[in-house]
């Protein structure tokens, strides 16, 4: 069973939780597992709008907890016409339900052929993406550089190394007024860092774990048939 955690998305200028992201979780015999302790093969294109549904069905928890969500999308979905209309729908049927502001996050896996396939289509809609680990595989400098961001995450890690390749994006983010978003901030003194650099929104251990919401229905309850 799939169970989408949820892991807060911190401000260090205001101090307050401003949303989080969405993170798939496999529920076998009580345990949650992470996509990479899976251990049978995951066909995304079938997981994508699964857990849109899931989040639909639980709107009301999400609202009480977050205003904004972030959420990943695969290349299976986006390369598919027929499963990215399967997407897009109960995307735009989640935005119609609900206030809480739905982020798409663009993965290093996505090519750029199915980036410039979908692009236009979900801006158009005014669904704001996010380009996600900056510096792995697709998620190229050249990527930033292509498409007008509506924020790009970095690994703070990498950042307190101040590795160069990494540096000149948040440079040019900085400079193209794109919001910078820290993954991986595990410790304080990461947190710090980042601040320093101008991160100021914040995702990892040290703000929240990926955790269950309050008042999430894992299933739905069946109804009593009348005899």
């Excluded at 499963?83 to 798409?104: K, N, S, Y």
């Excluded at 750029?112 to 809609?125: F, M, N, T």
């Excluded at 994006?169 to 860092?193: H, K």
Aim: charged fraction near 30%.
């Amino acid at each position: 069973m799939i169970i989408p955690m949820f892991q807060p998305i911190h401000s260090t200028k205001s101090g307050v939780v401003v949303g989080a992201e969405v993170l798939n979780r496999w529920l076998f015999d009580e345990v949650y597992y992470a996509p990479g302790d899976v251990r049978v093969g995951i066909r995304w294109e079938d997981i994508d709008p699964e857990v849109i549904l899931l989040l639909i069905k639980n709107i009301p928890a999400i609202e009480a907890r977050y205003p904004r969500l972030m959420i990943n999308v695969s290349e299976e979905t986006l390369e598919s016409d027929y499963r990215f209309a399967a997407w897009i729908a109960q995307v735009e049927r989640f935005r119609a339900l609900t206030t809480v502001e739905l982020i798409i996050e663009m993965t290093e896996g996505v090519t750029d052929a199915s980036l410039w396939k979908r692009w236009d289509e979900l801006k158009v809609k005014g669904i704001p993406l996010v380009m996600d680990d900056y510096g792995y595989k697709n998620s190229t400098h050249e990527r930033l550089e292509a498409f007008p961001w509506d924020g790009c995450k970095f690994d703070v890690k990498r950042l307190a190394a101040l590795a160069q390749k990494d540096m000149k994006g948040v440079r040019f983010c900085q400079d193209s007024d794109i919001p910078l978003i820290g993954e991986q901030v595990e410790t304080e003194q990461l947190a710090q860092q980042s601040s320093w650099m101008g991160v100021h929104l914040q995702q990892g251990y040290h703000h929240g774990r990926p955790a269950l919401l309050d008042g999430w229905v894992k299933k739905e309850k069946k109804k009593a048939v009348a005899k």
